[in-house]
């Protein structure tokens, strides 16, 4: 079935280390999404590719880091310079960055830092 | 930056009721999104409405846009115990090619 997988749904991370959270999709769509979900504030953008080889910065991008090497893969590195990094991650994906078009999510990774 | 903003922050219904949850936005915008979130879960999309649409329907939701105000409500109707989940709504900005920007939501309980 086609859909967004992430991957692992839980993750626990001790301070100062690195963790990278994996999003595969297999609709075929240019784009790819993170965001961060935090109680009470939402959806905020981390990182956004709209095309193979190309990523830009969202909102809270520090921190973070990205790559999107295939069109199916945009995994998302969570570095030790991120200070508060326990939070619920939502991977996504639309058909083109465009003007148009839906996100379809994946059901997220939970990340605790201890 | 979270453009859209939900209200209320909290809703509660008994079965049967409507609910009515309301989307204010800040720059004009090429179109508008509903979404759902069980607890836990991903994101599901629910309705778009694009900025020359006014009202639109699907299933026992209705959707209306008012861009003069800069707002949107979504409506469901007949509510039922597994509309328990929270809403957002979220906007594509009229320039450039931006991606979504999700509002707080809104959390709605259905009592059965």
């Known amino acids: 079935d086609g859909g967004i997988t992430q991957s692992p749904k839980y993750l626990f991370r001790k301070e100062g280390q690195n963790v990278t959270l994996s999003c595969e999709q297999n609709l075929n769509h240019d784009a790819m999404y993170w965001y961060r979900q935090d109680p009470g504030q939402g959806l905020r953008l981390i990182y956004y590719s709209q095309i193979v080889n190309d990523f830009q910065k969202g909102d809270i991008a520090e921190g973070y880091s990205v790559s999107r090497e295939k069109k199916e893969s945009f995994p998302l590195t969570v570095t030790s310079a991120q200070k508060n990094p326990t939070a619920f991650y939502l991977c996504a994906s639309s058909i083109n960055g465009g003007n148009t078009g839906e996100l379809f999510f994946g059901e997220g990774s939970r990340l605790t830092v201890l | 930056s979270q453009q859209g903003e939900e209200d209320p922050q909290a809703l509660s219904i008994q079965e049967g009721e409507n609910a009515t949850m309301n989307c204010s936005y800040k720059?004009?915008?090429?179109?508008l999104q509903w979404y759902r979130q069980n607890s836990g879960r991903g994101l599901v999309h629910l309705i778009l409405i694009r900025s020359n649409e006014r009202e639109k329907h699907s299933g026992r939701l209705r959707v209306t846009l008012d861009t003069s105000k800069k707002s949107s409500s979504l409506l469901i109707t007949a509510s039922r115990a597994a509309d328990t989940a929270s809403y957002f709504c979220?906007?594509?900005?009229?320039?450039?090619?931006?991606?979504?920007?999700f509002g707080k939501g809104t959390r709605l309980s259905v009592i059965a």
């Open positions: 720059t004009s915008i090429n179109n």
């Open positions: 979220a906007t594509r900005a009229n320039s450039g090619n931006t991606p979504l920007v």
